[in-house]
């Protein structure tokens, strides 16, 4: 008899961006008229950056000539791409990560999905809260109970502690999607540390890297001594290049990084992560590679730096307009993301309702990336300016 994954049936209602987009929905039906600011899905509003646009252009013309015409792409992404994120984003920052550890999809949300593919189902896992919601979901899709939740409250300033259960796989999101927080050198090194000494392995998302303007922030977990054992590190272009609509990531696994089984044989993950690509995808457009290859050169390097700058100044200006609310928040500096506490006496979920009623605002409960998320506000600095000047002129008049 045929029958569902009941996996699914642990997971806690609606994915979160489901149920705030239908409360929208709905308030828009009542009030037609509206003109809602959307400061909740982290969705970036400006355009693709003139380089990627000539190479997404010089790719779609080499398509309709036989001589350059190209069909099913390498499930790990064309050398070109890989050859230039090594050098531009690892070796020049004195990090020797080579193109054959790097690979090449659709996205770091599909990635830190994906990945738990790799492990055993019986493996602890330790996951901050709050935190983006599909690192746990997607293991308790595949069947895995054994999760050590990290608080992150303003009470340890958003950084998780050292787990005193020992875990075997750690999840780490550093700037921090929700709470905006980034963590610096030594910060970083006592998880790499607290890994090789419990022969834990690190999923490391730095999705938000190209946010970090402050010192001593690394931007890459490899820059931490001995991580290249035990850490593996997704990136995104999707909020530092704008790819959100046309999809391009990268996956670095170290050749050093290995694993045993159950019969203590060590297996390379990069191999594993190869096998499970070749196996499930058939990769990234070729018209996309070629537009990301643009983002890594100097001149698109330095366009998109200004958008980057951009969507900065705007998660300043919501900061300040949280300031003048008496609300307290992290993030806005080296983040796109504003997490704020919500007013006395409503919860994460009464204040979205709130804001959606009084001031055509949304935002994302906190409540809906963890327990500890409770109590918390996210907004996002991703928008036009007008907008985001507006948001913040409705915001100093809520009651």
């Known amino acids: 008899m045929i029958m569902i994954n009941e996996n699914f049936n642990a997971l806690k209602g609606n994915y979160l961006f489901f149920e705030t987009g239908k409360r929208v929905s709905d308030y828009r039906k009542m ?14 509003t400006e355009p693709l950056s003139q380089s990627i646009i000539d190479g997404l ?13 190209q069909g099913y792409p390498p499930s790990e992404g064309y050398d070109f791409l890989r050859n230039i994120i090594s050098e531009t984003e690892y070796k020049a920052r004195g990090i020797d990560i080579s193109p054959d550890e790097i690979f090449i999809s659709t996205g770091a949300k599909e990635d830190t999905a994906n990945i738990q593919e790799l492990f055993s189902k019986d493996i602890k896992i330790a996951i901050p ?61 006592k998880w790499v540390d607290y890994a090789r000494q419990k022969k834990a392995v690190i999923l490391f998302d730095a999705a938000y890297e190209a946010y970090i303007r402050g010192e001593g922030i690394p931007h890459s977990i490899f820059e931490i001594e001995g991580a290249f054992e035990v850490a593996v590190e997704f990136r995104s272009l999707s909020k530092s290049a704008g ?26 993950l990069k191999d594993l992560w190869l096998r499970r690509q070749s196996t499930k995808s058939n990769g990234v457009a070729y018209i996309i590679q070629k537009g990301a290859y643009r983002y890594f050169t100097e001149q698109g390097r330095s366009e998109n730096r200004r958008i980057v700058d951009y969507y900065l100044e705007n998660a300043a200006t919501i900061g300040r307009g949280i300031s003048t ?6 993030g806005a500096v080296n983040s796109p993301y504003v997490w704020c506490n919500v007013p006395e006496g409503l919860t994460s979920w009464q204040f979205f309702d709130e804001l959606l009623n009084q001031c055509n605002i949304v935002g994302t409960p906190g409540s809906g990336f963890g327990s500890c998320g409770e109590g918390y506000f996210r907004l996002t600095g991703f928008g036009e300016r007008k907008d985001i000047n507006e948001a913040v002129e409705r915001l100093v008049k809520f009651k």
């Open 31 to 44: 009030n037609p008229g509206a003109r809602i600011i959307r400061l909740g899905i982290g969705d970036v």
């Open 57 to 69: 252009k010089e790719a779609v013309m080499e398509m309709g000539v036989r001589e350059t015409f």
């Open 129 to 189: 809260d709050p935190v983006y919601p599909v690192y746990a979901d997607s293991n308790i899709m595949a069947g895995r109970d054994k999760i050590v939740y990290l608080p992150c409250t303003s009470e340890n300033d958003f950084l998780p502690d050292l787990p005193e259960e020992i875990p075997d796989l750690i999840y780490l999101c550093f700037p921090n999607n929700p709470t905006g927080r980034a963590i610096n050198h030594d910060g970083l090194k």
């Open 325 to 330: 609310l008496g609300l307290k928040y992290s």
């Open 243 to 268: 790819f959100t609509g046309t999809r391009c990531s990268y996956t670095v696994i170290p050749d050093k990084l290995k694993v045993p089984d159950k019969s203590s044989e060590f297996h390379s």
